[in-house]
Nanobody, 126 residues
Framework: QVQLVESGGGLVQAGGSLRLSCAASGHIFSIYNMAWFRQAPGKERDFVAAISWSDSSTYYANSVKGRFTISRDNAKNAVYLQLNSLAPEDTAVYFC???????????????????WGQGTQVTVSS
């Protein structure tokens, strides 16, 4: 079992920044990679970014590339998402996810992930 807890969400004006954190606990050794997804009201959960647990490889959705940065701190069992140049369309609940099974690429599909956090709300005002 892996437990994930997100934090760092909030209300920010357009153009502003936030840093989201995801603390992992439990069977950390079994994690292959972690990711962030987001879900806006009335919409499906969308992939944002993923990072390998063992090296520095990352993968981003086109909509956030160049604005968001995913990083990890294995010593703290944590993954972060730096959100810059925020826009109202970035408003969503942001979820942290963990995958246990090795994959040839960093997965970007919701069904590829085994554990999920409860989410943290990010609201961007115009």
């Amino acid at each position: 079992q892996v437990q994930l807890v997100e934090s760092g969400g909030g209300l920010v004006q357009a153009g502003g920044s936030l840093r989201l954190s995801c603390a992992a606990s439990g069977h950390i050794f079994s994690i292959y990679n972690m990711a962030w997804f987001r879900q806006a009201p009335g919409k499906e959960r969308d992939f944002v970014a993923a990072i390998s647990w063992s090296d520095s490889s990352t993968y981003y959705a086109n909509s956030v590339k160049g604005r968001f940065t995913i990083s990890r701190d294995n010593a703290k069992n944590a993954v972060y998402l730096q959100l810059n140049s925020l826009a109202p369309e970035d408003t969503a609940v942001y979820f942290c996810a963990a995958r246990l099974v090795r994959h040839t690429v960093l997965p970007a599909t919701e069904s590829d992930y085994d554990y999920w956090g409860q989410g943290t709300q990010v609201t961007v005002s115009s």
